[in-house]
């Protein structure tokens, strides 16, 4: 309300040198906006409700700017009128992107058209709260409604990444629930396999979003796909913009083209010259062999072991970078394997917590990474799976879980380690 009082003052001072009282008319040759080139002269026009022509007076001019003023497109406004030429001079707000989570309808271009139409100065962006924010939310409802869904919208400001400033202004149906129908396969594989469909069957009833439940679809059948092997697997999920409605809320069906494409056997795992696994102990391990299907399980299982040979090493942030090398003709992948190893780390200070001082005192007695040496994770899971070489420490860890927390300090390359027993249940 103080912005309206605001905005009032100004318009009686600006009017001031030409009308002599506040009923006397007027009727300006022209309407010009200045601040705002984002809109054009008429979705000014209609959003403030005004026609050239129009004669006007001093309430009529303030009820056309409070108009204005009230979409929140706008954070101040100020008008004059110099006998010949009415001047509207506009700062914008802070606005920000509509985002259109769970509505069971294309949210593209043929929405914000929609919107558009209804709203002038709508195009696509919205002020955190209020006024066109506000309005949007309606028209939604509206249009919801002549699709015969009774439906509750909320607005909200949406946060970015770091969890503070905005980001968007968020719109998403709150009842009735709106959820993944059907999905209809079609495409080269027609009918999905046993373990494939039992996959996907999971996903209908599941709450539905405008961009996640297309991903979700089809990053779960892709990575069902590329664990047989099937590197070049396309999947694509569109959902069908002809909702159904039932009893549990609004469905929205999904037509899923699957295609496969080749399944890939594996020629071979190469590493590259110096790193601290040789061939022959990486071959030796593998249980993937040339000829077998690039089996994703496998292949990962190869790449773990290739990471914890660093870690036990120190070098706890060695990131395993394998490249595939896909031949086509003879449906073969070799992998190219390198390591970016990272800093090495040595071995700080030791906690042991939820234990006695007998028993710590015990732990700290038989440990074996002291201060300063190389850091080296293995080392961690053979204490705790110690057999033979302390039985009393290997009656105590049988009886409990173990955890251990690592805390990095990476200005000093150094890991403070923190042992935690918790009795089993």
Same mark, same amino acid.
């Not at 297309?214 to 069902?224: F, N, V």
């Not at 060695?318 to 071995?347: E, F, I, K, N, S």
């Given at each position: 309300?103080?912005?309206?009082?605001?905005?009032?003052?100004?318009?009686?001072?600006?009017?001031? %040198?030409?009308?002599?009282?506040?009923?006397?008319?007027?009727?300006?040759?022209?309407?010009?906006?200045?601040?705002?080139? $984002?809109?054009?002269?008429?979705?000014?026009?209609?959003?403030?409700?005004?026609?050239?022509?129009?004669?006007?007076?001093?309430?009529?001019?303030?009820?056309?700017?409070?108009?204005?003023?009230?979409?929140?497109?706008?954070?101040?406004?100020?008008?004059?009128?110099?006998?010949?030429?009415?001047?509207?001079?506009?700062?914008?707000?802070?606005?920000? @992107?509509?985002?259109?989570?769970?509505?069971?309808?294309?949210?593209?271009?043929?929405?914000?058209?929609?919107?558009?139409?209804?709203?002038?100065?709508?195009?696509?962006?919205?002020?955190?709260?209020?006024?066109?924010?506000?309005?949007?939310?309606?028209?939604?409802?509206?249009?919801?409604?002549?699709?015969?869904?009774?439906?509750?919208?909320?607005?909200?400001?949406?946060?970015? %990444?770091?969890?503070?400033?905005?980001?968007?202004?968020?719109?998403?149906?709150?009842?009735?629930?709106?959820?993944?129908?059907?999905?209809?396969?079609?495409?080269?594989?027609?009918?999905?396999?046993?373990?494939?469909?039992?996959?996907?069957?999971?996903?209908?009833?599941?709450?539905?979003?405008?961009?996640?439940?297309?991903?979700?679809?089809?990053?779960?059948?892709?990575?069902?796909?590329?664990?047989?092997?099937?590197? =070049?697997?396309?999947?694509?999920?569109?959902?069908?913009?002809?909702?159904?409605?039932?009893?549990?809320?609004?469905?929205?069906?999904?037509?899923?083209?699957?295609?496969?494409?080749?399944?890939?056997?594996?020629?071979?795992?190469?590493?590259?010259? &110096?790193?601290?696994?040789?061939?022959? $102990?990486?071959?030796?391990?593998?249980?993937?062999?040339?000829?077998?299907?690039?089996?994703?399980?496998?292949?990962?299982?190869?790449?773990?072991?290739?990471?914890?040979?660093?870690?036990?090493?120190?070098?706890?942030?060695?990131?395993?970078?394998?490249?595939?090398?896909?031949?086509?003709?003879? =449906? #073969?992948? #070799?992998?190219?394997?390198?390591?970016?190893?990272?800093?090495?780390?040595?071995?700080? #200070?030791? #906690?042991?917590?939820?234990?006695?001082?007998?028993?710590?005192?015990?732990?700290?007695?038989?440990?074996?990474?002291?201060?300063?040496?190389?850091?080296?994770?293995?080392?961690?899971?053979?204490?705790?799976?110690?057999? &033979?070489?302390? @039985?009393?420490?290997?009656?105590?860890?049988?009886?409990?879980?173990?955890?251990?927390?690592?805390?990095?300090?990476?200005?000093?390359?150094?890991?403070?380690?923190?042992?935690?027993? $918790?009795?089993?249940?």
């Amino acid at each position: 309300m103080r912005r309206v009082s605001s905005l009032s003052l100004g318009v009686a001072v600006s009017l001031g %040198a030409v009308l002599c009282a506040h009923a006397q008319k007027f009727q300006p040759k022209t309407i010009q906006f200045v601040g705002a080139p $984002e809109y054009s002269t008429q979705e000014l026009l209609d959003a403030a409700g005004l026609k050239p022509g129009t004669v006007l007076d001093y309430a009529g001019m303030n009820d056309h700017s409070r108009r204005l003023i009230d979409t929140g497109m706008f954070a101040t406004l100020a008008f004059k009128f110099d006998g010949q030429d009415l001047i509207f001079t506009l700062t914008p707000a802070a606005l920000y @992107p509509a985002r259109f989570d769970n509505f069971p309808f294309p949210a593209g271009p043929v929405l914000e058209t929609a919107l558009h139409s209804q709203l002038p100065l709508y195009h696509g962006k919205v002020p955190a709260e209020g006024g066109m924010a506000e309005s949007v939310r309606a028209a939604l409802e509206q249009m919801l409604k002549a699709k015969g869904i009774a439906a509750t919208v909320l607005a909200a400001p949406a946060t970015g %990444a770091d969890m503070k400033t905005i980001a968007a202004v968020s719109y998403s149906i709150t009842a009735p629930p709106v959820v993944i129908g059907d999905l209809i396969t079609r495409g080269a594989i027609v009918a999905l396999d046993p373990k494939a469909s039992a996959l996907i069957a999971k996903i209908p009833g599941t709450p539905y979003d405008v961009a996640g439940s297309p991903q979700q679809i089809e990053s779960t059948l892709s990575a069902y796909y590329s664990e047989q092997g099937y590197l =070049q697997v396309a999947i694509h999920a569109v959902a069908d913009p002809r909702p159904v409605l039932a009893a549990g809320g609004v469905h929205v069906p999904f037509h899923v083209s699957v295609d496969p494409g080749i399944q890939y056997k594996l020629a071979g795992i190469q590493l590259a010259p &110096g790193l601290l696994v040789s061939q022959a $102990e990486f071959d030796k391990q593998s249980s993937l062999h040339p000829g077998d299907a690039a089996d994703g399980t496998r292949l990962r299982e190869n790449w773990e072991f290739v990471a914890r040979q660093y870690h036990n090493r120190g070098y706890m942030k060695a990131r395993v970078q394998p490249t595939p090398a896909l031949d086509t003709a003879h =449906q #073969t992948v #070799t992998y190219a394997v390198a390591v970016d190893p990272g800093p090495q780390y040595t071995m700080g #200070t030791l #906690t042991i917590d939820n234990v006695t001082d007998d028993l710590r005192s015990a732990i700290l007695a038989a440990w074996k990474m002291p201060p300063g040496s190389v850091f080296n994770e293995g080392a961690i899971r053979g204490f705790l799976a110690t057999h &033979g070489v302390n @039985p009393a420490l290997e009656r105590v860890f049988a009886a409990v879980n173990c955890k251990y927390t690592m805390n990095f300090h990476d200005d000093t390359r150094v890991i403070d380690l923190t042992l935690t027993l $918790e009795r089993k249940p």
